[in-house]
């Protein structure tokens, strides 16, 4: 197992007031926990995978996601069983529309 931690600064402030996940990590490999956290308005991402030595991929997806997502007092969690990139892009799409959304 192998844990990356990205932080991003510059985001704007979420609107999403509870946790929310996306995914389940059984079934689809990957399931993405993103919940509200004081963080002086950065985000942060940590990654728990077991598809090690992906570190520069995973960079690259994340900034990508920060690209297109630029939130600012958030925490994303994710675990990791081997997910694709373009899977990981879609849980964290999805697990933040949601949590923008305030909905299930």
């Not at 995978?49 to 995973?58: H, L, M, P, Q």
Request: net charge negative.
């Amino acid at each position: 197992m192998e844990t990356l931690r990205f932080t991003y600064q510059g985001g704007r402030p979420a609107t999403g007031k509870a946790p929310e996940i996306s995914g389940v990590l059984g079934s689809g490999n990957l399931e993405v926990l993103v919940e509200p956290a004081a963080l002086g308005g950065a985000l942060h991402i940590e990654v728990l995978t077991a598809a090690v030595g992906f570190g520069r991929i995973w960079q690259a997806v994340m900034d990508d996601f920060f690209a297109r997502w630029p939130l600012g007092d958030v925490r994303i969690s994710i675990n990791d069983a081997g997910a694709t990139p373009a899977v990981v892009s879609l849980r964290l799409d999805q697990a933040i529309e949601a949590f923008e959304k305030g909905t299930p």
